[in-house]
């Protein structure tokens, strides 16, 4: 089978150090198997995602001299015109009855008390699912707005991540209910990822390991769809001398600044060594770095950088 793969990059600002590493590692798990690289833009939040930006990483990943054979800035590969899509998804979700408005506010959800997940994130405690019309109709009435949330089974999912390993969760005490659409209206990456990857046909998704945690859910809503999971692999994370996982706000490794200072050779070298596929971090192009990928090079524990 034709290995599809995929940069899904977010056009919130400048690709990070972390952003290049998964999209220089999707590039070449493709390109050494001979696949078919797609590139979706994931401008889903109208408030942070803007066509500048689009263009702008897409320039980005042309002087790194990553390349792809399907997508780019048309309309068809930006989901912020892929509404329709998921709009057929969320439906027939619904008619299995497994979406539920809820009315929580921010606050409302933190301080509910339901146990929290593994990584600190907060598991919603369910709380709107108990709600009867009349008292949706009374929120509704106060002029409050609800996202939509996915009803989860009481199931223990396993995926076994092509580079991770096995990562199991117990989808309703783990992970909980999930929304799939904001109360503005915005659909909620959960859902536009999985009916992107399925409806593009991507079959391997290599990307950073915060995303591990929302992969069982991720492939339960695959399945619930009627789809085919793709093969995942999560890449460690990057974090500092200190061992703190670097952040957007750490500038000095945002792709702006990092092209001020290093040929994109340079910096391809630099990422290759940080993945195992070459000793030193001595100047390499991405094709040079194709018949030294293997899974088996790459770290699997966080990756610490020194100073740039
Ligand atoms: N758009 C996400 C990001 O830029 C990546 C989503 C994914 O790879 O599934 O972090
Ligand atoms: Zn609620």
Redesign the pocket.
């Known amino acids: 089978m034709t290995v599809r793969g995929?940069f899904?990059?977010?056009p919130?600002g400048r690709m990070h150090l972390g952003?290049l590493l998964?999209a220089l590692l999707a590039w070449l798990d493709v390109r050494s198997q001979g696949g078919i690289m797609v590139l979706r833009i994931?401008d889903l939040d109208p408030q942070r995602c803007s066509l500048n930006k689009a263009e702008q990483l897409v320039e980005d990943l042309q002087w790194l001299g990553l390349d792809w054979d399907e997508g780019g800035l048309e309309p068809e590969y930006c989901q912020s015109h892929r509404s329709h899509h998921y709009q057929v998804a969320f439906d027939r979700l619904e008619a299995m009855g497994l979406v539920y408005p809820c009315y929580c506010t921010r606050a409302e959800r933190l301080a509910a008390s339901a146990p929290h997940a593994s990584d600190g994130a907060v598991v919603y405690n369910r709380r709107c699912a108990q709600l009867t019309q009349t008292q949706r109709d009374m929120l509704e009435a106060q002029g409050r707005r609800p996202a939509f949330r996915v009803r989860v089974p009481h199931q223990t999912v396993t995926v076994d991540d092509g580079h991770m390993g096995p990562y199991t969760q117990q989808l309703d005490t783990d992970c909980g209910d999930f929304i799939v659409r904001r109360s503005d209206g915005v659909w909620a990456?959960q859902l536009a990822?999985v009916v992107d990857?399925a409806l593009m046909g991507v079959n391997h998704?290599?990307?950073?390991c915060?995303?591990l945690t929302?992969t069982p859910a991720?492939a339960w809503l695959h399945r619930t769809l009627g789809y085919q999971p793709p093969a995942f692999y999560h890449l460690p994370l990057l974090v500092d001398a200190q061992g703190r996982r670097l952040s957007k706000r750490d500038r000095d490794l945002d792709l702006g600044v990092l092209r001020e200072k290093y040929t994109p050779q340079e910096l391809v070298g630099w990422l290759g060594w940080l993945a195992g596929l070459q000793k030193e971090p001595k100047s390499a192009t991405p094709r040079q770095l194709i018949s030294r990928f293997q899974w088996s090079k790459v770290p699997k524990k966080s990756i610490a950088i020194g100073s740039t």
């Open positions: 995929r899904a990059p977010s919130s952003n998964a994931e990456y990822v990857d998704v290599v990307r950073g915060d995303l929302s991720q």
